[in-house]
């Protein structure tokens, strides 16, 4: 008796519920609704009091995505307005794509943002006036496509309002980071998603010693070139002390880049961790677990690595980890030993979404978790492409225990 309940990925679904509501605020910011025709405005025209008239380019989406590697799909992801990522949920359950979502958390904190092609000259000198025009702390949310090191260095003096920044692509590279890292009109940046470029360690070290960036809360660097010597360089900065979320997904960062992390006395304001794909072996879960600089974690995604039972049960003994109330450990190789172990942790009381779906986890797994008495706050379990049975089905559908749970996959 296969039971799949709710069928959605959580960072998708971030993703989607963060647009969802805001058709009218995505005008605001210029930014066209699905099948709209957006001209770019001609900066020498009359201002024009109407949002929609701003500038702005929506990415069209593919016609038909069957086929093509998750790889590319993942990539398509970071770049689509709000009604293609619906219509992309809808056309492809490929649960790889789905984790290089890493826009996502972006785009959840970072409702209203203007996109623009600024390799268009109209819509680069239209954007360039509206930044000039922006009143203080107008608080611009910008997605810029189109990026070259030569026009960055042009729109950046016309920063100075600009929050929120989006150079997710692939392209952007240390140079172009390192003309960031190094800009005075940035110091009211909050949020930086970089990811899915070219940045290898120097980028991050510009990034890492960059006095201009000092008030960012969201850095994300997913799928760049990023090893163990650039994670030291962020992880021993005085100048990211402000980060609340880092995203380092698809890098080969490796055991030793997370013991730095975890031995961090700067990156002590972390709420939100992912290291989905980063080479983690048991060693780095290990050194997360037994840190006492992450105490304000309350997400961690330490998917599609090896850490394994004996990582499993590091985390479920962690004294440190107990504010967490998202946890993602799948693809990492996990059987009925480390399941017995998250279950019956007194630490995981805060959970609410649990994520181990495709590892070695069978029936007694699912019973222990069906029996746990500290797992109760549950609302998502993910447990799919596991070698749970029909019995180990039924013992988690009829769990007393796990009465919260709003989307159980199996």
């Given at each position: 008796m296969k039971k799949t309940l709710i069928l959605a990925s959580v960072s998708l679904l971030c993703l989607s519920s963060a647009f969802s509501s805001d058709r009218t605020d995505r005008a605001q910011f210029g930014v066209p609704s699905q099948g709209a025709t957006v001209e770019p405005h001609d900066s020498t025209a009359q201002p024009s009091n109407n949002p929609s008239a701003q500038p702005g380019l929506a990415r069209p989406l593919?016609?038909?995505?069957?086929?093509?590697?998750?790889?590319?799909?993942?990539?398509?992801?970071?770049?689509?307005?709000?009604?293609?990522?619906?219509?992309?949920?809808?056309?492809?359950?490929?649960?790889?794509?789905?984790?290089?979502?890493?826009?996502?958390?972006?785009?959840?904190?970072?409702?209203?943002?203007?996109?623009?092609?600024?390799?268009?000259?109209?819509?680069?000198?239209?954007?360039?006036?509206?930044?000039?025009?922006?009143?203080?702390?107008?608080?611009?949310?910008?997605?810029?496509?189109?990026?070259?090191?030569?026009?960055?260095?042009?729109?950046?003096?016309?920063?100075?309002?600009?929050?929120?920044?989006?150079?997710?692509?692939?392209?952007?590279?240390?140079?172009?980071?390192?003309?960031?890292?190094?800009?005075?009109?940035?110091?009211?940046?909050?949020?930086?998603?970089?990811?899915?470029?070219?940045?290898?360690?120097?980028?991050?070290?510009?990034?890492?010693?960059?006095?201009?960036?000092?008030?960012?809360?969201?850095?994300?660097?997913?799928?760049?070139?990023?090893?163990?010597?650039?994670?030291e360089f962020l992880a021993n900065s005085e100048n990211l002390a402000s980060l609340t979320a880092l995203n380092l997904a698809n890098n080969k960062i490796g055991d030793e880049g997370v013991i730095a992390l975890a031995n961090s006395k700067t990156l002590i304001n972390l709420a939100s961790l992912h290291l989905v794909m980063i080479k983690l072996n048991a060693a780095g879960a290990i050194a997360l677990a037994g840190s006492k600089n992450l105490a304000s974690l309350t997400s961690l995604s330490l998917s599609i690595n090896k850490i394994g039972d004996e990582g499993a049960i590091a985390l479920a003994n962690s004294k440190t980890l107990i504010n967490l109330t998202f946890l993602a450990l799948w693809s990492n190789n996990i059987s009925d030993k480390g399941a017995k172990a998250l279950a019956e942790s007194k630490n995981l009381a805060s959970l609410t979404s649990l994520e181990l779906w495709h590892n070695k986890i069978g029936d007694d797994g699912a019973q222990a978790l069906a029996e746990s008495k500290t797992l109760k706050n549950l609302t998502t379990l993910d447990l799919k492409n596991n070698n749970i049975s029909d019995k180990g089905a039924k013992t988690l559908a009829e769990s007393k225990n796990l009465a919260s749970l709003t989307s159980l996959e199996l």
């Open positions: 593919p016609t038909s995505l069957k086929g093509m590697p998750p790889e590319i799909l993942g990539k398509i992801a970071n770049n689509l307005e709000a009604e293609d990522v619906v219509r992309l949920q809808n056309m492809t359950e490929d649960k790889t794509f789905q984790a290089k979502t890493h826009s996502a958390e972006f785009y959840q904190q970072n409702s209203r943002v203007m996109t623009c092609d600024i390799s268009n000259p109209k819509v680069f000198k239209s954007l360039i006036k509206y930044l000039q025009e922006a009143p203080q702390n107008a608080n611009i949310k910008l997605t810029l496509i189109g990026v070259t090191l030569d026009n960055l260095k042009q729109i950046l003096p016309y920063c100075n309002e600009v929050t929120a920044l989006d150079l997710t692509g692939y392209i952007i590279g240390d140079k172009e980071v390192e003309v960031l890292a190094e800009s005075p009109y940035l110091v009211k940046l909050t949020a930086l998603n970089l990811s899915s470029n070219k940045i290898g360690d120097e980028g991050v070290i510009a990034l890492a010693n960059s006095k201009t960036l000092i008030n960012l809360a969201f850095l994300s660097l997913a799928s760049n070139n990023i090893g163990t010597a650039g994670v």
